[in-house]
């Protein structure tokens, strides 16, 4: 069954720039739903069996609305902020298909 949500526009940043404190990892995208009253987050994932140390895991979590929405298509920002001195390279997004994104490291 295909989800009535999609996700995309995702982007990583691990923000360690001088004069920045404290060290943060920042991943954020657009989730698209097909009503309003959609409630999402992303939370730490479960990397599975082989887990790559240089990639960070997550999972979107998706909560239908509980009552009648109107039918209006619905863009919500979703982000993750955590603070970290672990070097990245990647993050994987579970969304009932995986996204990788490139870890960004603006110096």
């Not at 995208?29 to 599975?48: D, E, H, I, S, Y």
């Not at 069996?49 to 009648?68: F, H, M, R, W």
Request: aromatic share 8%; with cysteine; glycine share 6%.
């Amino acid at each position: 069954m295909m989800s009535p949500w999609s996700c995309s526009d995702w982007i990583a940043i691990h923000d360690h720039m001088p004069g920045h404190s404290p060290i943060t990892l920042r991943v954020e995208g657009n989730c698209t739903f097909p009503t309003m009253g959609w409630a999402v987050k992303l939370v730490r994932g479960n990397p599975g069996i082989n887990p790559k140390p240089d990639t960070l895991y997550l999972g979107l979590e998706v909560a239908e609305p509980s009552d009648q929405q109107a039918r209006v298509i619905t863009t919500e920002l979703v982000q993750f902020e955590e603070e970290t001195d672990t070097e990245f390279h990647w993050v994987e997004v579970n969304h009932g298909e995986v996204a990788r994104i490139e870890v960004q490291h603006p110096q």
